[in-house]
T-cell receptor, first 114, second 117 residues
Framework: AQSVTQPDIHITVSEGASLELRCNYS??????LFWYVQSPGQGLQLLLK??????LVQGIKGFEAEFKRSQSSFNLRKPSVHWSDAAEYFC????????????FGSGTRLQVQP | GAVVSQHPSRVICKSGTSVKIECRSL??????MFWYRQFPKKSLMLMAT?????????EQGVEKDKFLINHASLTLSTLTVTSAHPEDSSFYIC?????????????FGPGTRLTVL
């Protein structure tokens, strides 16, 4: 069965500081990995995705993530956080085997201090 | 492109009534739509997967008679919560995919907040 773990429920960073949100996954085949952001009361917006190829993927809003197969991780990073980045971040895994719907992690709430 | 809408965005109903939520892909044909439920401060839990023209596949533990899903066209799927009760109050989110492969991106709707009194 596929699963996603986001070990940090809540993170607070200062504006301008760097950010890393952790994501570990379990999947029986080659995973498709996603990071989504959700603002309060809103739907999900895709930040970036990894299917194959270069393990460092660039996304929107200055985010990037690195796929590390040996660590089963897909951590999200941003070098300098803006106050508007405060939101809930979800890591998700999917693939072509088994069910195609995404399995989401429990989310990490990001607070940005001025 | 790839916009998914949901209607209504918010609904309040009395216990025992039925509520229908629509999910539309506005600018593409969605061969597959997914319905998720999100509890407060929790992750999204898949409820069911629906392919156009066929019956929905429900996740274990989801009552198919309570959560009726219809995917009658390539741009519309509906979720009907029948005989709603307060424990059905939640944030319901749909997503739509152009294809049937895992790498086909899912586009998410803005969600519908259901409150059952």
């Amino acid at each position: 069965a596929q699963s996603v773990t986001q070990p940090d429920i809540h993170i607070t960073v200062s504006e301008g500081a760097s950010l890393e949100l952790r994501c570990n996954y379990s999947y029986g085949a080659t995973p498709y990995l996603f990071w989504y952001v959700q603002s309060p009361g809103q739907g999900l917006q895709l930040l970036l995705k990894y299917f194959s190829g270069d393990t460092l993927v660039q996304g929107i809003k200055g985010f990037e993530a690195e796929f590390k197969r040996s660590q089963s991780s897909f951590n999200l990073r941003k070098p300098s956080v803006h106050w508007s980045d405060a939101a809930e971040y979800f890591c998700a895994v999917g693939g072509d085997t088994g069910r195609r719907a995404l399995t989401f992690g429990s989310g990490t709430r990001l607070q940005v201090q001025p | 492109g790839a916009v998914v809408s949901q209607h209504p965005s918010r609904v309040i109903c009395k216990s025992g009534t039925s509520v229908k939520i629509e999910c539309r892909s506005l600018d593409f044909q969605a061969t597959t739509m997914f319905w998720y439920r999100q509890f407060p401060k929790k992750s999204l839990m898949l409820m069911a997967t629906s392919n156009e023209g066929s019956k929905a596949t429900y996740e274990q533990g989801v009552e198919k008679d309570k959560f009726l899903i219809n995917h009658a066209s390539l741009t519309l799927s509906t979720l009907t919560v029948t005989s709603a009760h307060p424990e059905d109050s939640s944030f319901y989110i749909c997503s739509a995919s152009r294809g049937r492969r895992g790498h086909n991106e899912q586009f998410f709707g803005p969600g519908t907040r259901l409150t059952v009194l």
